[in-house]
């Protein structure tokens, strides 16, 4: 292998939710086993893993049972939520994995890791709220909900009304260190997941959660840097970057240095709603040491890392 072995993959929202499916328990199990091939294939291959995920669905539907209950059982703020489906997709993952690590004769042990991950309490984003969550609503609703709950409510294209919440950019994981020291015993870690707890240090020096969500590319990349991982293998719904995406001049790109993905990203190819944040992370991940980012499709993990499939950005 051309680059160390520990790797952080980052697997998209498509691994366990998928659009057009009714998004029960049962499919989202047969989603999250199906989405493994690739990661155990960079398992038979050697390398040490940190596995993050995306949860956009299910905490969006976390936070509507909470709605609903609203009056017959407390409401939960946003940090618990991500709290809950980090345990509970973790779990999905875990299980699939260990089953599957089992059926192919592999000795390796799996665990997940609730991740708090520490951000600026002077971000500016914190003051800036532009993540869309939960439920659509009229603009009567939202006005209503805006005053009565003191939401921040912006629309949708349009589709409607939502909910925004502060998404502040994450500088450390606080469970890093034992994360990184299970990762070196070559224990497969879930971690970071839904882009983890987002918290800050308050003036007593304690942690204190915060009513915000972090993106997981972001989070994937600081998790990478603190493991000393070699390799960001985000995988997500498509084979490629690509620049002029949609247009009759797309062009797919397939290998790429860090000073020309930069270029391209001011340039604007990459719109923050899609995939602005993975390259955003790339970046990061490259700058800080990293030496190798893969971006392609969830079945494709291994072929991506070998240079045989998607995107490889590299430092120049």
């Given at each position: 292998m051309s680059v160390n072995n520990t790797a952080v993959v980052a697997l998209g929202g498509n691994a366990i939710t998928r659009q057009g499916e009714e998004d029960t328990i049962y499919r989202q199990f047969a989603n999250t086993r199906r989405s493994l091939d690739g990661i155990v294939a960079l398992i038979k291959e050697g390398y040490q893993l940190?596995?993050?995920?995306?949860?956009?669905?299910?905490?969006?539907?976390?936070?509507?049972?909470?709605?609903?209950?609203?009056?017959?059982?407390?409401?939960?703020?946003?940090?618990?939520?991500?709290?809950?489906?980090?345990?509970?997709?973790?779990?999905?993952?875990?299980?699939?994995?260990?089953?599957?690590?089992?059926?192919?004769?592999i000795d390796r042990k799996v665990v997940t890791i609730i991740t708090q991950m520490l951000v600026h309490r002077d971000d500016p984003a914190i003051n800036n709220p532009t993540k869309y969550i939960g439920q659509f609503y009229t603009e009567e609703e939202a006005k209503k909900f805006a005053q009565e709950r003191k939401w921040q409510m912006k629309k949708d294209a349009d589709r409607g009304w939502r909910r925004v919440v502060p998404s502040p950019k994450p500088y450390q994981a606080i469970e890093g260190e034992t994360i990184k020291k299970l990762v070196d015993e070559g224990t497969i870690v879930i971690a970071g997941g839904g882009g983890g707890i987002p918290v800050y240090i308050d003036d007593q020096g304690n942690y204190e959660g915060l009513d915000a969500v972090i993106d997981k590319d972001f989070a994937s990349a600081v998790l990478a840097r603190e493991i000393g991982a070699g390799i960001l293998a985000i995988l997500t719904s498509v084979s490629n970057v690509a620049i002029n995406f949609g247009q009759p001049h797309q062009e797919n790109l397939e290998k790429v240095t860090l000073s020309k993905i930069k270029q391209l990203y001011n340039e604007g190819h990459f719109p923050p709603g899609s995939m602005g944040p993975k390259i955003e992370a790339a970046i990061k991940f490259l700058e800080n040491g990293g030496k190798l980012v893969t971006i392609t499709s969830l079945e494709k993990a291994l072929n991506g890392v070998r240079g045989e499939a998607g995107t490889r950005i590299i430092p120049d």
């Open positions: 940190v596995i993050t995920h995306g949860n956009g669905p299910q905490v969006g539907n976390a936070l509507l049972r909470s709605e609903l209950a609203r009056g017959k059982a407390p409401v939960l703020p946003l940090g618990i939520l991500v709290a809950d489906t980090e345990g509970g997709m973790g779990y999905m993952i875990e299980q699939s994995l260990q089953n599957r690590l089992r059926a192919e004769k």
